[in-house]
């Protein structure tokens, strides 16, 4: 069973430029959560998502930045129009269920440069 | 504001010493707390849950205790080794959703 995957594993845009960061969870896995981690700073929730729905989306900046989570396919952290300030490691975790004995289990991060 | 705070930021000590990394948080109501272990440049490991209904979970020569009345949890290290020389998080889990992490202990043992 292979773990949470995602891609890229770096990324460089320039700012202005959108980036689009892919978060395939783990078999079986519904239930997805991204996270960001800026430079010398713990990780901090952004979004919560099941299949098709945003849960819970109260750490995500209001402006340039969505998330879905499709029936079929990874889900997509998307941010338009970059800043320097979003330059950070992205990271996405999945778990069965939303469950007290689940843990999430995450990925190896995207780690996001804006020039 | 619902905050996980973990002491010390940074400690070394030489090789098969036991020691302790700390972690407070200031919302007793929580679902879990999960310890992961972070190495530069990569994901997060899991190490131990605790649900919110245990003291304690052990792993190898790890062992967690949560105490929930005092927002704290520790995180045992016995033996230590080189190979543990990692970062040490500490995340409260305080719903179905979101996690909220401490900012970490940069641990390195000296061989």
């Known amino acids: 069973n292979a773990g949470v995957m995602q891609n890229p594993r770096h990324l460089v845009r320039r700012r202005g430029q959108e980036a689009r960061l892919r978060c395939s969870p783990m078999k079986g896995h519904s239930h997805v959560y991204w996270y960001r981690q800026l430079p010398e700073e713990g990780l901090k929730f952004m979004v919560y998502?099941?299949?098709?729905?945003?849960?819970?989306e109260s750490g995500m900046p209001k402006e340039r930045f969505s998330a879905e989570f499709p029936k079929e396919g990874p889900s997509i952290l998307r941010i338009q129009q970059v800043v320097r300030g979003d330059s950070a490691a992205y990271f996405c975790?999945?778990?069965?269920?939303?469950?007290?004995?689940?843990?999430?289990?995450f990925g190896p991060g995207t780690r996001l440069t804006v020039l | 504001k619902q905050e996980v705070t973990q002491i010390p930021a940074a400690l070394s000590v030489p090789e098969g010493e036991n020691l302790v990394l700390n972690c407070s948080f200031t919302d007793s109501a929580i679902y879990n707390l999960q310890w992961f272990r972070q190495d530069p440049g990569k994901g997060l490991t899991s190490l131990l849950l605790?649900?919110?209904?245990?003291r304690e979970q052990t792993s190898g020569r790890l062992n967690a205790s949560l105490d929930k009345s005092s927002g704290r949890s520790t995180l045992y290290i016995a033996a230590s080794q080189p190979g543990d020389s990692a970062t040490y998080l500490c995340a409260r889990r305080g719903s179905a959703s979101k996690i909220i992490f401490g900012s970490g202990t940069r641990l390195s043992i000296r061989p």
């Open positions: 998502l099941q299949k098709e729905n945003i849960i819970d």
């Open positions: 605790i649900q919110s209904s245990q």
């Open positions: 975790a999945s778990s069965r269920t939303s469950g007290e004995r689940d843990t999430q289990y």
